[in-house]
């Protein structure tokens, strides 16, 4: 799995609603890559702050922003590698 999928799939992991296989797929991806932990950590939080506000899902564009911001990092870090 790469970034892009895990993005894709991210609401569904913190739901618990992939399939086992994908599930196990995330977890790996997850262990390996600082940046999609920490996209982990902050949609986590916005679930939280929605479901006590009373809203059940992140709405799309806020998961578009997530995912540009994401993409940023990651062009970031290409950047300071070379
Ligand atoms: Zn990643």
Known sequence: ?????LIRYLS???DRSL???LHAEAQQHLATCHNCHVVLDTTRQT????????RQAIPA?????LFAR???SLAARKDSAS
Not at 61 to 65: D, I, L, W
Request: hydrophobic share 20%; net charge negative; glycine share 4%.
């Open 1 to 5: 799995m790469n970034c892009q999928e």
């Open 61 to 65: 564009e806020h998961r578009a922003e």
């Open 47 to 54: 679930i939280y702050l929605y479901r006590q506000s009373g």
């Open 19 to 21: 399939s086992d296989e």
């Open 70 to 72: 994401l993409q940023q």
């Open 12 to 14: 569904d992991y913190i």
